[in-house]
């Protein structure tokens, strides 16, 4: 079993979304020790920008780079995201992540019946922070657009991913603390 952890946040020791994957990592290998690891940092080793020379259909340098990228996630069988809300949407490090891995042919297609989700069995578990909250009553609901657009793109290739969120980590101390101890709760309570 093979486990791709991923972190996109760029506040190093002070990312509330790098303590919670790393809380996903450890509770998901203390339940199966095996588990082989790789690890991707988008913040401290930053993919380009998605250009023509990188699109997999290039010999390019770049085009290889971005080929490594897919075939690593496609060979993990979970992989766990730290992602931070950024300006209401994902960091542009994670985007561009994801821009080598929706790749048609390989992790979708587009056929008669319309587009048809090509990954199966692999389990992608998204650690959230945002600073404020967005629960539908919430004021600031119409701007979330970080975990709902993560569910659209990873159910576009055929997956449903779980989300950890801690959200309210920027409206006071308390309120990032309260934030952090509830998703560890919920991490401790994941399927492993
Ligand atoms: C550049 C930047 C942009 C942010 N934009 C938002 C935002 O749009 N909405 C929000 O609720 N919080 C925002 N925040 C607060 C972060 O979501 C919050 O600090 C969260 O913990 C980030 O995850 P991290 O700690 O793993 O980096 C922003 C923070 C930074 C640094």
Redo the contacts with the bound molecule.
């Keep these: 079993m093979k486990l791709l952890h991923i972190d996109s ?3 190093g020791d ?5 303590i919670l994957s790393a809380g996903v990592v450890q509770r998901l290998v203390a339940a199966t020790p095996s588990l082989e690891m790789s690890r991707r940092d988008l913040a401290a080793e930053p993919l380009t920008h998605v250009d023509l020379a990188s699109l997999p259909a290039d010999t390019s340098e770049a085009a290889l780079a971005s080929t490594d990228v897919l075939e690593e996630f496609i060979a993990a069988d979970v992989v766990v995201i ?1 992602a ?5 949407t994902i960091p542009s490090q994670l985007k561009a992540w994801l821009d080598r891995i929706l790749i048609a042919g390989k992790t979708f297609s587009y056929g008669p019946e319309g587009v048809q989700g090509l990954v199966t069995g692999k389990r992608v578990i998204v650690a959230v ?4 909250f ?1 629960g539908a009553d919430s004021p600031a609901a119409s ?1 979330e657009h970080l975990e709902s657009y993560l569910a659209s793109v990873f159910g576009f290739i055929g997956i449903v991913p779980e989300f950890i969120v ?1 959200e309210g ?2 409206t006071s101390p308390e309120g990032r603390t309260t934030a952090i101890a509830a998703a560890q709760g919920e991490i401790a309570a994941l399927a492993a």
């Excluded at 002070?14 to 790098?18: L, Q, T």
């Excluded at 931070?84 to 209401?88: E, G, Q, R, V």
């Design positions: 946040s760029i506040l002070n990312s509330v979304s790098r730290g931070p809300m950024y300006n209401f922070s945002r600073g404020n967005y701007f801690a980590v920027a």
